[in-house]
């Protein structure tokens, strides 16, 4: 059984920080693509779901064209996490936050190619 699990989220003003987490059961996060969706307020579909970035086994990372040098991804190969730093964060930025994991990707940016997801963490940015 996979189980990925969220954390980090919160309130933070605009060209704040935050890291957020997620811990992976069942998988080990350096034998498998893993990546980081956003779902903005009224999003609902999980097709609408925005690509954040990646990290592949090999522990190569791409970023969503929104995101490219505000926010990075890395992994913990001993704590079977995975990371996300969020840096100069804006108020476009505020949405729940999915870890998800899949053994084999097409597309890395559509949510559809990962089989696992996280159950998200809220993160707001205040402006």
């Known amino acids: 059984q996979v189980q990925l699990v969220e954390s980090g989220g919160g309130l933070v003003q605009a060209g704040g920080s935050l890291r957020l987490t997620c811990a992976a059961a069942g998988r080990r996060v350096s034998e498998y693509h893993m990546a980081w969706f956003r779902q903005a307020p009224g999003q609902e579909r999980r097709e609408e779901r925005e690509f954040v970035g990646r990290i592949n086994r090999s522990g190569s990372t791409i970023a969503g064209d929104s995101v490219k040098g505000r926010f990075t991804i890395s992994r913990d190969n001993a704590k079977n996490t995975i990371y996300l730093q969020m840096s100069s964060l804006k108020p476009e930025d505020t949405a729940v936050y999915y870890c998800?994991?899949?053994?084999?990707?097409?597309?890395?940016?559509?949510?559809?190619?990962?089989?696992?997801w996280g159950q998200g963490t809220q993160v707001t940015v205040s402006s």
């Open positions: 998800v994991l899949t053994g084999g990707v097409v597309d890395p940016k559509d949510p559809r190619s990962y089989a696992y």
